[in-house]
T-cell receptor, first 114, second 115 residues
Framework: KAGVTQTPRYLIKTRGQQVTLSCSPISGHRSVSWYQQTPGQGLQFLFEYFSETQRNKGNFPGRFSGRQFSNSRSEMNVSTLELGDSALYLC?????????????FGPGTRLTVL | AQSVTQLGSHVSVSEGALVLLRCNYSSSVPPYLFWYVQYPNQGLQLLLKYTSAATLVKGINGFEAEFKKSETSFHLTKPSAHMSDAAEYFCAVSEGIQGAQKLVFGQGTRLTINP
């Protein structure tokens, strides 16, 4: 089975722009979660989607949004980019939603905001 | 809210020596705990998980972890370090409300292996 894929792998944007990141989960997985990783704040949860519904949201401003499609693929969008949004964005998928489920991570998208 | 503390942001051991990475959690309910490893420029790979079955959990690459409720700990060990074990390791607790889920991670421990 193919793993979690994320596109693009690298992205450079300037302040004020917006960006869309894409995630394709493992086949059959219905839950997709997004995390932000930075040297200062570590790994922080952004949101979780299950069956096209946002189930859980982390403590991020409204500039961060996401969605999930009927085939479980997910996108996250960041509008009005700030320098502090530079980070590795990781997507993870799991079979179902709920605390027992192990999450499988993609390689990440490294976003640099100039 | 649950939390995870990893003691030691950097750990250095010699090749062949015991690896011990410490993780303590705070949880008001029986926790589900995970250890992940991250190699440079890669995502996270699951090493092992505790989901309230056996307290000693065996994972991939010779790693294991022991859940100790009395100490609220879930330390990761490997009897003999290999150069390929050099990476960053994250302990995480799974938290969720009404069927939702999220992982709460520790700050990570960077493991260096000396030849």
């Amino acid at each position: 089975k193919a793993g979690v894929t994320q596109t693009p792998r690298y992205l450079i944007k300037t302040r004020g722009q917006q960006v869309t990141l894409s995630c394709s989960p493992i086949s059959g997985h219905r839950s997709v979660s997004w995390y932000q990783q930075t040297p200062g704040q570590g790994l922080q949860f952004l949101f979780e989607y299950f069956s096209e519904t946002q189930r859980n949201k982390g403590n991020f401003p409204g500039r961060f949004s996401g969605r999930q499609f009927s085939n479980s693929r997910s996108e996250m969008n960041v509008s009005t980019l700030e320098l502090g949004d530079s980070a590795l964005y990781l997507c993870a998928s799991s079979l179902g939603s709920g605390t027992r489920n192990e999450q499988f991570f993609g390689p990440g998208t490294r976003l640099t905001v100039l | 809210a649950q939390s995870v503390t990893q003691l030691g942001s950097h750990v250095s051991v010699s090749e062949g020596a015991l690896v011990l990475l410490r993780c303590n959690y705070s949880s008001s309910v029986p926790p589900y705990l995970f250890w992940y490893v991250q190699y440079p420029n890669q995502g996270l790979q699951l090493l092992l998980k505790y989901t309230s079955a056996a307290t000693l959990v065996k994972g991939i690459n010779g790693f294991e972890a022991e859940f100790k409720k009395s100490e609220t700990s879930f330390h990761l060990t490997k009897p003999s370090a290999h150069m390929s074990d050099a990476a960053e390791y994250f302990c995480a607790v799974s938290e969720g409300i009404q069927g939702a889920q999220k992982l709460v991670f520790g700050q990570g421990t960077r493991l260096t292996i000396n030849p």
